[in-house]
């Protein structure tokens, strides 16, 4: 897979609107693209949330501990 655009999130305790963040940029009409997540240190259920879709799109790295903006 080679997308054409690589769009980054970075996600620091965001649950409250994180699915509504990644469904808007899963939902795009344009889709070759690489969705680039950062959980920079969450301590609530942010990662489990991002590790709950199933798209091949979305690659997540985890920070062990708040390293602050990416």
Do not use: A, H, W
Request: one cysteine or more.
């Amino acid at each position: 897979m080679n997308p054409i655009v690589s769009v980054l999130m970075s996600v620091y305790n965001c649950e409250k609107y994180l699915s509504e963040s990644i469904e808007s940029i899963l939902g795009q009409t344009f889709v070759d693209f690489e969705f680039i997540i950062i959980n920079d240190g969450s301590t609530d259920l942010s990662r489990e949330i991002i590790s709950s879709y199933d798209d091949p799109r979305i690659r997540l790295f985890d920070n062990e501990e708040n390293l602050g903006l990416s």
